[in-house]
C-alpha cells in the first residue's frame, strides 16, 4: 500500500460519518501553530513577520490539545515558528496522540536530532547498542552523544519523549537541493542537518515526510532531483505545493511600477507548467495529496477551494479564511464556520470570488476538496482508492552521482549566503539591494517582486521573497 492502512482507515471513516451525517463543513487537518518562535528567519517567512509582535507568546498545552478536540480534525499539522522549539512539544505529541489523531511535526530539521537523542536516553538498555553502533558508525551522532545516551539515568528515562508510531511523521522543510535550500533559509549547513536527522529518523524506526514548496524560480529538474534523493533515503511521503502570490504586491506593482504582474507571478498559468508533470512524479514518488488535486495543479480540472476543511489554530485563535490569508481570528472552529462568508472566497470555474484568491492553488485549499468529492467527477473514487490502495513506489537507487547533485552548495565549498546577504541587506541599496538591481538590468523589476509565499511552516503573507528570484539567480550564476 502506497499509505498505511491504518491512517487510511482513519481518514476515509471520518469523511464517511460526517457525508453520512451530512456535515457542511468539517475539519480534516488541524494547523496547530502553539508558538511562532523560530530559530531560523527564512527568506520571506510570513509567520514570523505576520506575528512579529507575538513571537514570545505560546498558547498552552491544554488550549492546544482543547483545539483539536474542538474541531476534530483525525490530521493534526503541528507547525509553527518551530514546533521543536515548544517547550512543551513532547506533551503536546503525546496528548494528540492519545487523542488517537495523526500527527505531522513540521519542523525546519535543525533540532531533530536533539529530540531523538533524548528518545535514545530515555528508551536506553543495552538492546539498544546495536542502533547506537550503526549512528556511530554513520556519523550520525557523536561519540560524546553516545556516552550521554549510555549514562542515561531514571531522570532520562522518565522524560516525555517523541517516540516513533505510524501515527506520527517528522514533516521535514525541504525546498530544493543543498544550494537552494540553504539560500532560501538563510544558513548554510541546514540540508545537510536535514539529511542527517532523516537518516537518523529512518534508522530509529520514525517515519518522515517532507514537505516543499515550489516557487516562480523554482528549477522543475532541480525538483525532480530532490525527490530521487529524497526517496533514496526512504522518506515515507512529500506534499509539494506551488507558492502563493497575494495581491497586495500585485496592486502596488501595477499601480506603482505600471508593470504586468504576469512578468514576476506565479500565475495559475505558470503553477500548471510547473506540476505539468505531477502525475508521473506521484507514480515515481509517495506524494501526499489525491491524485484529484494532482489533476488540479497539472491544469486538467477545475476544484473549489474548502479552505475551512484544514483550519489554523494559535495564540490569536482560530485564524479565517484560511492558512495564508488573514481576514480576521475566532475564538472557536464552530464560530469561525458560521460567522466566515464562505463563498466569498476561493476561485469557481476559473473566476476568483476573492481578487486575493486569484492564483492559489495552494495544497492547504484544494488538496481537501479532492478527497472531499468537492467538483466530483466520474471515477473519482475510484482513483484515489487506487492511488491510495496502489503499490508504493521502490525507493529511488542511491548513488554517488546522486549524493553529488544533492550536496551541490556548502558541502563542496560553495559558500554563497554570506555574499546574497551582504548584497540584499546593503544600507545603500535599501531594501532589495544589489541583486535585485543586477536582476533589473537583466529586464526584470527591481523593486516590485513578488511576495512568494509557501504553504508551509511560516507562510502567509510574507514580503521578503521579493529577493528570493534574484538571490538564488544571482547567487548560482556567481557559484
Ligand atoms: S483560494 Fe487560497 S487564498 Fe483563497 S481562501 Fe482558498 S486557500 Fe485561501
Ligand atoms: S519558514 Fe518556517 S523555518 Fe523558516 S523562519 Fe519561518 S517558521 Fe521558521
Not at 232 to 247: A, F, R
Request: proline content about 5%; hydrophobic content about 35%; aromatic content about 10%.
Amino acid at each position: 500500500m502506497r499509505f498505511p492502512f491504518a491512517l487510511t482507515k482513519k481518514i476515509a471513516s471520518h469523511i464517511i460519518r460526517h457525508k453520512l451525517r451530512k456535515t457542511p463543513r468539517f475539519a480534516m487537518v488541524l494547523q496547530l501553530e502553539p508558538l511562532h518562535t523560530c530559530n531560523l528567519t527564512c527568506t520571506g517567512c510570513g509567520r514570523i513577520r505576520e506575528y512579529s509582535t507575538s513571537l514570545k507568546d505560546m498558547v498552552p498545552l491544554e488550549q492546544c490539545l482543547e483545539a483539536a478536540i474542538e474541531c476534530d480534525a483525525p490530521m493534526v499539522s503541528i507547525c509553527g515558528g518551530e514546533p521543536l522549539i515548544y517547550p512543551k512539544i513532547e506533551e503536546l505529541v503525546n496528548g494528540l496522540l492519545a487523542q488517537k489523531r495523526v500527527i505531522y511535526i513540521c519542523t525546519n530539521g535543525v533540532f531533530m536530532r536533539k529530540k531523538m537523542r533524548d528518545y535514545l536516553a530515555a528508551i536506553y538498555s543495552p538492546a539498544v547498542e546495536p542502533k547506537l553502533e550503526k549512528l556511530l558508525d554513520r556519523k550520525l551522532i557523536s561519540d560524546k552523544d553516545a556516552e550521554t545516551i549510555r549514562k542515561s539515568d531514571d531522570a532520562a528515562g522518565k522524560k516525555v519523549v517523541i517516540r516513533p508510531t505510524q501515527w506520527m511523521y517528522w514533516n521535514v522543510h525541504v525546498d530544493g537541493l543543498e544550494f537552494t535550500h540553504d539560500l532560501i533559509v538563510e544558513r548554510e549547513g541546514v540540508f545537510k542537518e536535514c539529511v542527517e536527522a532523516i537518516k537518523m529518523a529512518k534508522i530509529l524506526g520514525f517515519q518522515v515526510a517532507t514537505n516543499t514548496t515550489v516557487y516562480r524560480e523554482t528549477d522543475v529538474a532541480e525538483i525532480e532531483d530532490m525527490f530521487k534523493f529524497l526517496s533514496s533515503l526512504e522518506v515515507d511521503g512529500h506534499t509539494i505545493s506551488p507558492g502563493y502570490d497575494y495581491d497586495a504586491a500585485k496592486k502596488d506593482m501595477v499601480k506603482r511600477l505600471g508593470r504586468d504582474p504576469k512578468e514576476f507571478f506565479l500565475t495559475r498559468d505558470m503553477t500548471r507548467q510547473k506540476f505539468a508533470k505531477i502525475q508521473d512524479w506521484g507514480r515515481a514518488f509517495t506524494i501526499f495529496g489525491t491524485p484529484v488535486y494532482q489533476e488540479f495543479l497539472a491544469g486538467k480540472r477545475e476544484l473549489t477551494c474548502t479552505a475551512w476543511a484544514i483550519p489554523t489554530f494559535n495564540i490569536k485563535g482560530w485564524k479565517a479564511p484560511c492558512y495564508l490569508m488573514t481576514d480576521g481570528h475566532y475564538g472557536g472552529y464552530q464560530e469561525m464556520l458560521a460567522k466566515v462568508q464562505w463563498e466569498k472566497y476561493g476561485v469557481v470555474n476559473g473566476v476568483a470570488r476573492d481578487p486575493r484568491c486569484e492564483h492559489c492553488m495552494v495544497h492547504c485549499g484544494y488538496d481537501p476538496s479532492g478527497a472531499l468529492g468537492t467538483n466530483y467527477q466520474r471515477g473519482d473514487n475510484w482513483k484515489n482508492f487506487k492511488y491510495n490502495f496502489g503499490a508504493k513506489p521502490k525507493p529511488f537507487p542511491a548513488s554517488p552521482e546522486l549524493a553529488k547533485r544533492a550536496y551541490n552548495g556548502v558541502t563542496i565549498g560553495k559558500g554563497h549566503l554570506a555574499e546574497a546577504k551582504a548584497a540584499i541587506n546593503s544600507p545603500a541599496a535599501g531594501a532589495r539591494g544589489a541583486f535585485s538591481r543586477k536582476e533589473e538590468e537583466h529586464g526584470r523589476n527591481g523593486n516590485g517582486q513578488p511576495a512568494h509565499v509557501g504553504t508551509f511552516c511560516g507562510d502567509g503573507g510574507g514580503s521578503g521573497r521579493d529577493d528570493l528570484p534574484a538571490k538564488i539567480g544571482d547567487a548560482k550564476k556567481s557559484g
